[in-house]
């Protein structure tokens, strides 16, 4: 009896103490697992800040003048005097259209001219003489008619003739084909000894080179702005990146702006003016055109890292007082190095995760790590 007592008091007193180790075990993790738990990011807060910035608009190159050439006259191409591609002046001989039937319809015309002038003065002359006679009552008045009749159509033929003649000149004039305004000349579309129509015959394009304009699209939001900058109001930097990624050397002005905007897209067409000595800027060329501005208020700024993408929206973790994550999806606004304007979805001084966003989900717990010392 007396060893079964002794057995049973070490069992008891063996379990309570077990017992009272587990306790305390699941007391020190119960204390210690939150924090366990807590996924350690990096923070920011969203700050307000003047912006200044760039803002790069797409545009493509278009030239202050541009325009087809075509035949005029009908005939044989006898002459081209410029290489393909070549500048021009303006007034610089292109092509020629075979003289020599026009030469000769103006020698032509030339003579039916001297012709109709020599017919003109005859009948004048008769018309004196019937004039004499008619006021002695020598001959029918009938016959003085007939001559003032004659005269009229005399008149009348030279002035046919000089039509003629004009017309003869103005078609060898137009055989020979010159530049109408200075420029740069494209690749010829016929040969020496092609046969061009008139009116329908293309033979070459050219379009002017320096300056030349940029054209691109502006929110009809910016149209102040930018009716600001045409007028000189304001003043702002404004250059090109080319398409191989490098920056135009000569900065541009704003010239000219649409006069209506496009209802369907809310957008204005923008013409900015720059001086292209070098024919760097070659007409239909697609580039971004970059402009400087300054925020006229404060915006919502963050790193541009604590953004990510999901089905087509930008999203971010804020990080609540209790340290639980909300997604939020938010809208962006104007890219500013490893910076970014948020235009819709925060406020000033809420926290978002900016490290550590792949590792999160929706209430997840997060701990801010510790700053790191140099």
């Known amino acids: 009896m007396?060893?079964?007592r002794i057995l049973t008091t070490i069992f008891l007193s063996s379990s309570l103490f077990i017992f009272s180790c587990a306790n305390k075990d699941s007391a020190k993790q119960g204390a210690a697992g939150p924090q366990a738990s807590a996924i350690p990011v990096s923070m920011d807060t969203v700050r307000l800040e003047l912006i200044t910035g760039t803002r790069t608009y797409p545009a493509n190159v278009v030239p202050l003048q541009e325009t087809e050439i075509r035949a005029e006259v009908t005939g044989y191409i006898t002459n081209i005097y410029v290489a393909d591609g070549s500048f021009v002046s303006k007034g610089q001989k292109l092509y020629e259209i075979d003289r020599v039937r026009y030469a000769a319809a103006v020698d032509q015309a030339k003579a039916n001219l001297e012709i109709a002038k020599a017919n003109l003065s005859r009948t004048?002359?008769?018309?004196?003489?019937?004039?004499t006679l008619a006021d002695k009552d020598a001959i029918a008045k009938q016959t003085l008619d007939y001559a003032y009749t004659d005269v009229n159509n005399q008149k009348a033929q030279v002035q046919a003739a000089e039509a003629n003649l004009t017309?003869?000149?103005t078609n060898l004039q137009r055989?020979?084909?010159t530049a109408p305004f200075s420029g740069n000349i494209g690749i010829s579309q016929v040969r020496t000894g092609a046969l061009v129509s008139a009116g329908s015959t293309l033979l070459n394009s050219i379009s002017s080179t320096?300056?030349?304009a940029i054209e691109f699209q502006i929110n009809e939001k910016e149209i102040l702005e930018f009716s600001n900058l045409q007028s000189g109001k304001s003043k702002t930097e404004i250059n090109l990146t080319l398409p191989d990624g490098a920056t135009y050397e000569t900065l541009g002005r704003i010239t000219t702006?649409?006069?209506a905007v496009d209802s369907n897209t809310g957008t204005l067409k923008v013409r900015a003016t720059f001086d292209n000595p070098t024919n760097v800027l070659r007409a239909?060329?697609?580039l971004n055109l970059n402009m400087l501005s300054t925020s006229n208020q404060e915006e919502l700024v963050i790193p541009y890292r604590a953004i990510f993408e999901q089905l087509g929206t930008f999203n971010i973790y804020t990080v609540s007082d209790s340290s639980t994550v909300d997604l939020k999806q938010v809208k962006l606004g104007q890219k500013l190095g490893d910076h970014v304007v948020i235009s819709e979805g925060l406020q000033a001084g809420d926290k978002v995760v900016v490290d550590g966003i792949t590792t999160l989900k929706q209430g997840a717990k997060v701990v801010e790590k510790p700053t790191q010392t140099k």
């Open 210 to 212: 320096n300056p030349i």
């Open 257 to 259: 702006m649409d006069r």
């Open 175 to 177: 055989s020979t084909i």
């Open 284 to 286: 239909g060329m697609n």
């Open 167 to 169: 017309t003869a000149r």
């Open 2 to 4: 007396n060893t079964n």
């Open 124 to 131: 004048e002359k008769d018309l004196e003489r019937y004039q």
